[in-house]
Antibody
Framework: QITLKESGPTLVKPTQTLTLTCTFSGFSLSISGVAVGWIRQPPGKALEWLAVIYWDDDKRYSPSLKSRLTITKDTSKNQVVLTMTDMDPVDTATYYC????????????WGQGTLVTVSS | DIVMTQSPDSLAVSLGERATINCKSSQSVLDSSNNKNYLAWYQQKPGQPPKLLIYWASTRESGVPDRFSGSGSGTDFTLTISSLQAEDVAVYYCQQYYSTLLFTFGPGTKVDIK
């Protein structure tokens, strides 16, 4: 059974850096084709993909946020970390991590999400 | 960038009736090398994460009831709920994953009971 869980601060101040950790079980991020991504959702709004990291350490970022995002993995700890710099109130959202089982399938298992509020 | 649009924004359907949601991509999401459309449908209920319903435009994820079906190819896609149940009240999103540079979601369609 695949599970993912997001953790990190619930409140950050404007201009600060957000660090979120996705801890997963039930799969290995060293298996060919497997990936973990981050998606966010502002309150009452649509989903927005942020970043994805693949088993071979290939990384892709949303073009509109690329300069602010870094995604890394620690395969031994079964964790994926997302950092987002220069946080702004518009970044207030629920942040999800999600599993992708192959290169030709979408995000099939999602964490419950963590709400991050950006406010001074 | 591939832009996804959905219609309608919301719809209300009587229990047991059919619900149809449309999704359009600004570019084709058909991979001609394997004839697969990289288009997915998700269901999101309040306070819950999205749940994958359909991938490759028409393949149901394991455990998804067969009243959910997907169709379409290229740039135009449809999600159909053949007989709406109370537990189907949710927001439905389409997503393209053809472009590995940007995974794009549609704006969502809210489905309610009439």
């Amino acid at each position: 059974q695949i599970t993912l869980k997001e953790s990190g601060p619930t409140l950050v101040k404007p201009t600060q850096t957000l660090t979120l950790t996705c801890t997963f079980s039930g799969f290995s991020l060293s298996i060919s084709g497997v990936a973990v991504g981050w998606i966010r959702q502002p309150p009452g709004k649509a989903l927005e993909w942020l970043a994805v990291i693949y088993w071979d350490d290939d990384k892709r970022y949303s073009p509109s946020l690329k300069s602010r995002l870094t995604i890394t993995k620690d395969t031994s700890k079964n964790q994926v970390v997302l950092t987002m710099t220069d946080m702004d109130p518009v970044d207030t959202a629920t942040y999800y991590c999600a599993h992708r089982r192959t290169l030709t399938t979408p995000f099939d298992n999602w964490g419950q999400g963590t709400l991050v509020t950006v406010s001074s | 960038d591939i832009v996804m649009t959905q219609s309608p924004d919301s719809l209300a359907v009587s229990l047991g009736e059919r619900a149809t949601i449309n999704c359009k991509s600004s570019q084709s999401v058909l991979d001609s090398s394997n004839n697969k459309n990289y288009l997915a449908w998700y269901q999101q209920k309040p306070g819950q994460p999205p749940k994958l319903l359909i991938y490759w435009a028409s393949t149901r994820e394991s455990g998804v009831p067969d009243r959910f079906s997907g169709s379409g190819s290229g740039t135009d896609f449809t999600l159909t709920i053949s007989s709406l149940q109370a537990e189907d009240v949710a927001v439905y999103y389409c997503q393209q994953y053809y472009s590995t540079l940007l995974f794009t979601f549609g704006p969502g369609t809210k489905v309610d009971i009439k």
